[in-house]
């Protein structure tokens, strides 16, 4: 009896294996905001609360994919629940889960954006009262 207290989970570690790895960003933009010239610019940011965005790949018997796990569109997912232009302090978390990995009946990897999104605000061009007189 004490033989399948070590089978079974011996079996199990066999069936399902995963791997996950994390890393740290300060500020990620989506894809149609020029981070640099944002930063450049110093523009004023409001901060809109926290959000995560997940993208997932799925492979059945490692030659049929389908889904995206770029960690694009996990952004594009992050910042469309909120309506943001990018997130700060972020993290990010990529993952891939086996099961059966000795034949690689199925498997897939997820990558996971969690961050405080944030909308820069509009720049407001001055007006011409706001010039400066013109002296001869």
Known sequence: MRLWHFVIPVLVA???SACTSVGNLGIVTGPTVDGG???KSGRSFQELGFVEGSACRHFILAI???GDSAFSTAVEEALG???GDALINVTVTSSLYGFIPIYNVYSFTCTTVKG?????QSVQPKGPESLDPVLP
């Not at 405080?116 to 820069?120: L, S």
């Open 116 to 120: 405080i999104a944030v909308k820069f």
């Open 37 to 39: 010239a944002l930063l």
């Open 64 to 66: 049929i994919p389908f």
């Open 14 to 16: 066999i069936m399902v």
């Open 81 to 83: 629940s909120k309506g």
